[in-house]
């Protein structure tokens, strides 16, 4: 049973990577960029966690779900599959919002020719 939360962050990640591939959202969009964002967005909130740890703001709760792994003193290895899942998520969300907003622009706005897609994709310059 102390195996059961991150048994349910492996399974939320998996099912992010489900939705990432068959929507091509972040990584199957172009992988490297979606790559440093990954790192960066979860160093950022271990850095964060570690401050809070060290002010005393942020603690290690008990619970008989958690396998009791750490990774620095009140850091539990959970919270990095919780970080990693909640960059993962903003990076899905991020990409569909982006699709959407290319897809079916605003009155008024012109989305370029017909027929032809203005979805930048990895390596051609720009936003993407």
Known sequence: M???YLL???????????????????????????????VVG????????????ALGIFF??????????QLAPE???????FLALLCYLTMNLYGQLSHMR????FAGREAGAKGRSTRIECGEGGDG
Do not use: K, S
Request: net charge neutral.
């Open 42 to 53: 979860v160093a950022f909130f271990v850095a964060w966690d570690i401050a809070g740890i």
């Open 60 to 69: 290690r709760g008990e619970t008989a779900f958690m396998t009791g792994l």
């Open 75 to 81: 850091l539990p290895i959970e919270e990095l599959f």
């Open 102 to 105: 290319v897809d079916r622009p």
């Open 8 to 38: 349910a962050l492996g399974i939320a990640l998996t099912g992010m990577v489900l939705l990432d591939r068959r929507f091509r959202l972040f990584f199957w969009r172009c992988w490297w960029q979606a790559l440093i964002v990954l």
């Open 2 to 4: 102390g195996i059961l």
